[in-house]
Structures are given as structure tokens and as C-alpha cells.
T-cell receptor, first 113, second 110 residues
Framework: DGGITQSPKYLFRKEGQNVTLSCEQN?????MYWYRQDPGQGLRLIYY???????QKGDIAEGYSVSREKKESFPLTVTSAQKNPTAFYLC????????????FGSGTRLTVV | GQQLNQSPQSMFIQEGEDVSMNCTSS?????WLWYKQDPGEGPVLLIA?????ELTSNGRLTAQFGITRKDSFLNISASIPSDVGIYFC??????????FGQGTRLTINP
């Protein structure tokens, strides 16, 4: 079955360390997105990519980096420059011809200890 | 930036009751979407609305795209325990980017 997979489900990081969250899709979608979710808030866009080897900053890109070397993969690195990294991170993808109809992964909960 | 105001923020209802929630914006959107998120999971698309005034149903769920294109409503009839979760509205802007409301957390007492 086609889908989008995020790993790991839970991640603990020490302050000052970088950490990379994985996102893989086999839906043949061109566009991929990273969102951050905090309790009681909506989802906020971190980065997005509409095509391989190209990506753009979203609303809260500071302290994060991404790469899009393959169509299927869009990893997110949370760097030590991110001041408040503890959150639930969601990856999504969408195909052409399906306006706004995202498929989301099941998320990664990152906790800084 | 774009902002959506979703209300209510939370609802506590009895099983079998109907539910209504809405989303408003100062900006016009050409597409409105409603998602549901179960605890610890990603959101799942419930209904997509593409035309002002459109009324669309998905089982016990009905959503409407406001005539002004600045608002949308979601109704759930005869709620059941599996309706528990967080409901998000979203508007599409730019190149398929979404802006989300803050969410409505639905709790159902059996």
C-alpha cells in the first residue's frame, strides 16, 4: 500500500545536538512538506519542496534544514540553533491535480532533554 | 501571514449529539479543507471544498464553503465515540500550501 512513513516515532535529544527526522513516501508525489505542531496550536509550515533538489522556507524555518535529493525522501534536521525544538513534527506530501489534498505521516515527537 | 480562526477550541458533548464548528479568515481562499487528527497520529482529510457556497457531505459529516470565501463550517450529526479527536480547517494558498486553524478538540461522553 502507498503511504508516507516517518521515523522514529519518538526521539529524545540533548540540548546542543542536531537531530534528523526521516520522511519517506511511495505515493509518487512531487511535493513534500514539514509542519510543526505544538499543543493547542495549528500546524505551522517549516519547509516545503515541490520538486527534487529544490525547497523553500516556510513560516518558521529558523533553526531547521532540509534536503530533497530523491523524490521519495525529505529529511528534516533540527539544529542546535532551534531554540524550542520540543514538538510534534509532521511530514506530508501531495500530488499534482489534487489541490491541497495532503497525505500526512504519523508524526515524530521530539523531546529535548 | 495568512491566519485562520477556528472555533470553538474545544467541545464536550454527549454521544448522539450534533456538533458544529467553524473557521473564518480575513483572506479569501479558493479551496477549504477539513482534517481530523487522532491522538499521536497525522491528520486525515475528511472533506475538500472547491466552490463558494458548496455543501458537501461525507457520511455523517457535512461541510460548507462560505459564500464570501472567507469562512467554512463543519457539522457532525449523531456523534459516536470514534469522532473524538482534533478537527482542523485549512485553506489553500500559493502553490498548494496550506494554512491551518488552531483546531477544535472534540470530547464525547458516552
Amino acid at each position: 500500500d502507498g503511504g508516507i512513513t516517518q521515523s522514529p516515532k519518538y526521539l529524545f535529544r540533548k540540548e546542543g545536538q542536531n537531530v534528523t527526522l526521516s520522511c519517506e513516501q511511495n505515493l509518487n508525489h512531487d511535493a513534500m512538506y514539514w509542519y510543526r505542531q505544538d499543543p493547542g496550536q495549528g500546524l505551522r509550515l517549516i519547509y516545503y519542496s515541490q520538486i527534487v533538489n529544490d525547497f523553500q522556507k516556510g513560516d518558521i524555518a529558523e533553526g531547521y534544514s532540509v534536503s530533497r535529493e530523491k523524490k521519495e525522501s525529505f529529511p528534516l534536521t533540527v539544529t542546535s540553533a532551534q531554540k524550542n525544538p520540543t514538538a510534534f513534527y509532521l511530514c506530508a506530501s501531495s500530488g499534482t491535480g489534487s489541490i491541497g489534498m495532503y497525505t500526512f505521516g504519523s508524526g515524530t515527537r521530539l523531546t529535548v532533554v | 501571514g495568512q491566519q485562520l480562526n477556528q472555533s470553538p477550541q474545544s467541545m464536550f458533548i454527549q454521544e448522539g449529539e450534533d456538533v458544529s464548528m467553524n473557521c473564518t479568515s480575513s483572506s479569501i481562499f479558493n479551496t477549504w479543507l477539513w482534517y481530523k487528527q487522532d491522538p499521536g497520529e497525522g491528520p486525515v482529510l475528511l472533506i475538500a471544498l472547491y466552490k463558494a457556497g458548496e455543501l458537501t457531505s461525507n457520511g455523517r459529516l457535512t461541510a460548507q464553503f462560505g459564500i464570501t470565501r472567507k469562512d467554512s463550517f463543519l457539522n457532525i450529526s449523531a456523534s459516536i465515540p470514534s469522532d473524538v479527536g482534533i478537527y482542523f480547517c485549512a485553506g489553500v494558498y500559493g502553490a498548494q500550501k496550506l494554512v491551518f486553524g488552531q483546531g477544535t478538540r472534540l470530547t464525547i461522553n458516552p
